[in-house]
């Protein structure tokens, strides 16, 4: 696939992380790019779809250089994101998917059967990990998933790097005919840096793949496809090996000593090398830094060969530490057992993120000096929990809801009321003053075990969960509820937006959310929408307890404009009025 250069302002670029992958993305010479938002991940396809915007217009006006317009689209959850991006590779151009760490567990099932293919054009998914779950209801670290699929993975450490590594992980796709997994985390993602970009490629031409055996997974192929995949195993292990991702410093080092990073942990560990080499009688200590999976092994025998203790510090779970330690000790040439530590004997922090300090403590450095050690003194400042927005109509919904379910269930505690909730802003339901919602689990699962409560017996089971949500991964759990008859309301507070992560758009616009229910079942007398206003308390509050006492499946919706979109197109209508005033 030859592709030519285009000329680019190389002058360098104040960017976010997620804007440096976006960039790369742009400069591989990508077609499309799909995803779901999902904090820290969900700047890069912002990034792209202003791009698209722009290249949509130049197309309309005949200006575009390109047959067609980029694509860049959000989709209605990771895994038919991934799977739109996979008839992009088909038809032989390159695509980006884009999501954080917990949405490639949705996107799961296409992402490990995308490696048994002979990817055709460039296909590279970018996952944000959120270590010290910042937005996230877990830590997990998307290295597994890379190890578990048999796919390479490129780790960059600062903007610069995924910019690079990014444009890399195409052609590596290309190359080995495999899908590239780019994983970085929120420190990365969130901050800015500058990045000074390289010239821009062409995209590919059109050219589906010709050998169908490759992306049709029936046991027959899927098992020659598997065989390939393994095959393919020895020579991605060199490719790592010789990558310059991976660093491996040992000229003039202490020996003895090695200590192994990965990820934003490299730069952490930097930081204090000098205190460190200071501390160990001036020398530092070999290092090696990965920045590229499969991990190299030559390159960790390299550094540990003579080492009597390595240090392990990488940003997320203990995964290189694991694969260091295996299930018995590591011996040397000389016969002595390695010293590993790491996050598992408790060295460095395991739940959180790292950062200079904690890495600093693991090491065994004193504190560095702050302003408070020379007597400046900082009041305590009270804890200010996140809270609804002011405005924000979940608010006046709660209210309903908690006004409804103490005159049906009077008992302290509500024991036969179960009130299960899902991933979303009002996620804030949970604390006060609402203490409105008892579960909340992963996308969309508030509507199966509502349905799991009531048909345990629960007497009245409630769904608390997002229009956005419910597009994502509500849909089918509404389907069994509505096969299985369940006595169960769900209640979704439609906003109009995806407003956790900024006020994207839907999927589809509110007005279609009702028909939508009653086409998957839900009986049109039961699909009710309410207007969610303060001053409909009394009215809003006796509808949903008419359809909360049905014992049937029912769907109430509450409506109104998240504050924060609706300020938004404000200011933004103003800005186009001012625009065509002048």
Known sequence: MSKQAVKINEGPLALLGDEAIALGALHAGISAAYGYPGTPSTEILLY??????????????????????????????????FEAALGTSFAGKRSLVTTKHVGLNVAADPFMNSALLEINGGLVIAVADDPGMHSSQGEQDSRFYSSFGLVPCLEPRNQQQAYEMVREAFEVSEKFRIPVMLRFATRLAHSRSTVRPSPAISRNNLAKIKDRTQWILIPAYARQNYQRLLDKQQELSAWSSSNKGNLLSLEGRDLGTAVISSGLGGNYYEENEEDFAASRGGKKPAHLHIGVYPIPMDLVQGVCEKAEQVFVIEEGQPFIEQRLRGLLPVYQASGKALSIAGKLDGTFVRAGELDPDNVRQGLGLPPRPTLLDGGLKIPELPGRPPQLCQGCSHRDSYDVLNKVVAELDPAEG??????????????LGAGPPYNAIESLVCMGASVAMARGAAEAGMKYAITVIGDSTFLHGGITCLVDA???????????????????????????????????????????????????????????????KKEIEYRGVSVVIFQRICIEAFRKQRRRSSSESAAAAQ
């Open 48 to 81: 792209l779809i202003e791009e698209a915007e722009k290249e949509g217009a130049a197309h309309k006006e005949g200006t575009l250089a390109a047959d067609l317009p980029l694509v860049a689209s959000w989709c209605s959850n990771e895994k038919t994101a």
């Open 414 to 427: 509500h024991p036969q009321t179960a009130i299960c909730s899902d991933i979303g802003c009002y996620s």
């Open 482 to 544: 509505v096969q299985a008859k369940a006595p169960m309301t769900v209640i979704i507070l439609d906003n109009a937006v995806v407003a956790m992560t900024g006020c994207q758009e839907t999927i589809i616009p509110s007005e279609q959310l009702a028909s939508l229910i009653k086409g998957l079942g839900v009986e049109a007398e039961h699909v009710v929408e309410l207007e969610a206003l303060g001053s409909k308390l009394e009215e809003n509050a006796a509808k949903l």
